[in-house]
Nanobody
């Protein structure tokens, strides 16, 4: 059974940091692309970042470049999203998703991810 379990969200003041994690199981982690998405109330889901575990390549949305860093620990089958200099507009439910045997480079739509986690709430107060 495939599982993606997010944790590490929370409430933080503007300018603060959080590091949510995504623990994966049930598929070959080492060759998967793992993406982070977020969805705020009343807004469409937004792709935030992606890491290709096979070659370590990473991608970021312009809105988070320079503030967020995605990383992967293949020994723990876990992906992290280090979020610094948080802003109130970063408030959302953050989801991770997995696309086995794919590079982030070739993913163009959200529905190309096969598996999704349940999400973790991130709230940034002003």
């Amino acid at each position: 059974e495939v599982q993606l379990v997010e944790s590490g969200g929370g409430l933080v003041q503007a300018g603060g940091s959080l590091r949510p994690s995504c623990a994966a199981s049930g598929f070959t982690f080492d060759d998967a692309a793992i993406g982070w998405f977020r969805q705020a109330p009343g807004k469409e889901r937004e792709g935030v970042s992606c890491i290709s575990n096979s070659d370590g390549s990473t991608y970021y949305a312009d809105s988070v470049k320079g503030r967020f860093t995605i990383s992967s620990d293949n020994a723990k089958n876990t992906v992290y999203l280090q979020m610094n200099s948080l802003k109130p507009e970063d408030t959302a439910v953050y989801y991770c998703a997995a696309a086995p045997r794919v590079l982030c480079l070739y993913i163009t739509q959200d529905n190309e991810y096969d598996y999704w986690g349940q999400g973790t709430q991130v709230t940034v107060s002003s």
